[in-house]
């Protein structure tokens, strides 16, 4: 199985910055994909931004030039840096990795337990 722990969230003012963390541990066999979501309260939960094994990023509009997405392969960890936030970024944020559990098995999606970001003055 994979295991998720993320890290970094808090509260935060308007125009501030944060580093979440994601780290997978377990017995895997590869992870493929790796994604950030949110979830505001009443709404539903949203991509924020992804990124393949090879490091190739897409961000959903709202966040573009402020969030950016990296991972490390070699500790198996997806970091989002989050500048210039705003009130409407407030949310729990998730990660998502795609990971395969052997070398014949397919991928599948493992969630982490979210971590609240606030963004208030």
């Known amino acids: 199985q994979v295991q998720l722990v993320e890290s970094g969230g808090g509260l935060v003012q308007p125009g501030g910055s944060l580093r979440l963390s994601c780290a997978a541990s377990?017995?895997?066999?590869?992870?493929?994909?790796m994604a950030w979501y949110r979830q505001a309260p009443g709404k539903q939960r949203e991509l924020v931004a992804d990124?393949?094994?090879?490091?190739?990023?897409d961000y959903t509009d709202s966040v573009k030039g402020r969030f950016t997405i990296s991972r490390d392969n070699a500790k198996n960890t997806v970091y989002l840096q989050m500048n210039s936030l705003k009130p409407e970024d407030t949310a729990v944020y998730y990660c998502?990795?795609?990971?395969?559990?052997?070398?014949?098995?397919?991928?599948?999606?493992?969630w982490g337990q979210g971590t609240q970001v606030t963004v208030s003055s």
């Open positions: 377990g017995s895997f066999f590869k992870i493929y994909a």
């Open positions: 990124i393949t094994r090879g490091g190739s990023t």
């Open positions: 998502n990795v795609e990971a395969s559990l052997s070398i014949i098995a397919g991928p599948r999606g493992y």
